[in-house]
């Protein structure tokens, strides 16, 4: 295969290769709006909590998420086309994004987000709330507390909450205060008490109190005849806010929330340097323009209005709550409620074992390579493999990829160990979306102790996720060695999120991750990075020759399949050729957990194609790319999803797995698995909708499988 990098794969523009176009489709109707396929996707997480099979704190908890990821696409999706109508820009966009212009597309998006919405809040009224009442399980109100649990909380107001608060009057001495992004508060009507000399009508004020970030939104209650009690943090607050503003009566009073623009506007001439430039932009985040308001649903007309006018928001931008403003923070109930039968049952991967021939995890490497798929195969392996770089004394040098990590990660704390007595570069990723914050003070502390930091290629993320070490083995033969995964190198999200890695002593792979490192450090191309494929050098062209190579086969009668597992798949000129291939005769299968904008099922375009999304106990994640190759298949697994940021605005790699048991077990255990799934995969329809999996015979979840399977070989059995 022909991976030689242009100028127009640089660009996300290959000339290598046309593609077909139906004439009996209309253009606008080949591809799916990605906005609206994305809601489809949180509609599909929301099932999750409506499901009364899912045990129910896991419900609480895929609520939780729901809103958590609602937030993201608020402050970043609909913050952005905001932006575009704000800047003048009413032109109609690309038809891969309906066609529409930006006022159109908003309108749209405004009717969806309020019935998901009203959707969240049915779901925790008349779902959740009776199922744990069923368990003993109750969030109160101040009313509705017991004399024992009024006393228990108003210690904790006195001692924990009172002494961070900061009660705001709005008058001319005192403006507004800057509320935070997505930082929960009371606002409050408020009136003087008395006589004011000079006035014939008492003025009526506006007050606000934040609630403060740093302590628990839940506050869990002593315990009452076995129910399992808490109030929520800003209920307590509000029931003591006459405290606060004495000398004030209070007209009315409501929790409220604003959403705010969290896109960072960089501008490179205007940067000191990139560290600088993503710290400033941070600050003006929590500033940015207000996008939403979610406001109690009981708030008074007069409050929801002045707070409103006052963020310079529209009407359809203002969602008044059936509830807690803020579902997200449901994440807290899920942590406080210890009982283990309304939680999945635990789960650990299982770890990896040596062969008994092999004295450490480099000589086992010299042996073969080793594939693990997370969470089913523990992670610790991975830590393990980096921290035995940095204590053996044999290993020369360290280089590594961090595009999100965790609080006291084992990797970071080895990264620092090795660099004192060994060459560590790192390249960190300061602008991975929401941990640019963490992601500086990793790049500060590294920096610090010693460690090479470097932030990649200005203009493109680094979101290859590659571990290189080079090591003076036992026979005084110099060697590299690499981790290649499809995920971040987090030990937290590890255990939950489905990923693979690929750890190799195979020279031409290590040596084509020396090159990768280059390009980031110094932007060095090479004119072939095989057997790998780099975004944003080599992975399109690359990417579409895989693809025509099927359409050839199919063609000349040969076998033709293409199975493909990823987070998305949004990229306009991908959608194309596979359409080309669908109707070349190659049977596709895509296996696409979130957004999707390629119509499957469609007559004389996508007939021989289906999506599946599976959402379930683990976010599936993995990237797997298996092309038949007429007979002599090939699989592909990485970091890259096929969408544009992917393809041209980042720094991406794709390795293939060749080891003929590893890729049996990609393709047969793994890929399969997820395409028997009858439980928690849906199919997309051609209209767009999805519907769940047709159960023809028993039912079978591919999570579940995949943990037997895990639970077998920890038992050193088969499971069937």
Known sequence: MDTKPTHATKTGKSSKHKTATSPEIATANR?????????????????EAQDDQNPLMERVKFLAITASNLDEFVEIRIAGTLQRIEDGDNQPQPVDEGGMTPQERLDRLSIQLAAFVKAQYECWNQGLIPAMLKENIRVLRWDELSAKARAHALEFYTDEVDPLLTPVTIDPSHPFPRVLNKALCLALLLRRKGRQPGLKTVPVALGVVTVPRSLPRLIPLPGNDGWNDFIMLHELIEAQVEKMFRGYEILSRAAFRVTRNSNLYMQEEESRSVLESVRTELHNRRKGDAVRLEIEGNATEEITERLRVNFELDPWQVFKTDGPVNLSRLMNLYAEVKNPALKFKAFSGLELRL???????????????????????????????????AADPTVISIKQTLYRTSKDSPIFRSLIEAAQSKDVTVVVELMARFDEDSNIRWARELEDAGVGVFHGIYGLKTHCKLALLVRRDPDGVVRRY????????????????????????????????????????????SEKYDPLLVAPLTLVDGLQSLIHREIEHARAGKPARIIAKMNGLIDRQTVEVLYEASQAGVSIDLIVRGMCSLRPGVKGMSDNIRVRSIVGRFLEHSRIFAFANAGEEEIYCGSPDWMPRNLIERCEVVFPVTAPELKKRLREEILESYLKDNVKARVLQADGEYLRAPKAGAAFSAQDYLMEKSAARHEGVTAD
């Open 355 to 389: 062969s008994k021939k092999s004295a450490d995890i480099f000589e086992e490497l010299r042996g073969q390579d080793i594939m693990l798929h997370h969470p089913f195969d523990s992670y610790k392996a991975v830590e393990g493999f980096i921290e035995a770089a």
């Open 31 to 47: 591809f799916f709006n990605r906005d609206e396929s994305w809601l489809r996707f949180n509609r599909r997480v929301l099932e």
């Open 482 to 525: 690499a981790h290649l995964g499809t995920g971040n190198y987090n030990p937290v999200t590890a255990r939950f999120y489905t990923d693979i890695s690929l750890l190799t002593s195979r020279p031409d792979i290590t040596a084509a991750v020396q090159k990768v490192f280059n390009y980031l450090t110094a932007e060095t191309d």
